[in-house]
Nanobody, 124 residues
Framework: QVQLVESGGGLVQAGGSLRLSCAAS????????MGWFRQAPGKEREFVAA????????DYADSVAGRFTISRDNAKNTVYLQMNSLRPEETAVYYC?????????????????WGRGTLVTVSS
């Protein structure tokens, strides 16, 4: 069992920045890849970024590449999402997720565990 708790959401103006955190706990965390997803009202949940505890090249959705950065602190079992140059259309609930299917981290359907999400509101 893995528990995920997101934090760091809030209200920011367009062009601003936020850093989200995902604190993970449970067994065999290093077996999982960690992903960030978001869901705007009336829309499907979509992939944002992913990383592995073991390292390697992070993965980003095209829409956020160059503006968002995913990172991890293995000592704290925490994954971060630094979001810069935020846009109003990126207002959404942001979720942290974990999957053992490390080759399919873009797919929400294969995630084994989810956090409850944190709301990010970007004002224009």
């Amino acid at each position: 069992q893995v528990q995920l708790v997101e934090s760091g959401g809030g209200l920011v103006q367009a062009g601003g920045s936020l850093r989200l955190s995902c604190a993970a706990s449970g067994r065999n965390l290093r077996d999982y890849a960690m992903g960030w997803f978001r869901q705007a009202p009336g829309k499907e949940r979509e992939f944002v970024a992913a990383a592995r505890w073991s390292g390697g090249v992070p993965d980003y959705a095209d829409s956020v590449a160059g503006r968002f950065t995913i990172s991890r602190d293995n000592a704290k079992n925490t994954v971060y999402l630094q979001m810069n140059s935020l846009r109003p259309e990126e207002t959404a609930v942001y979720y942290c997720a974990a999957t053992r299917m490390t080759s399919a981290v873009r797919k929400a359907g294969v995630m084994d565990y989810w956090g409850r999400g944190t709301l990010v509101t970007v004002s224009s």
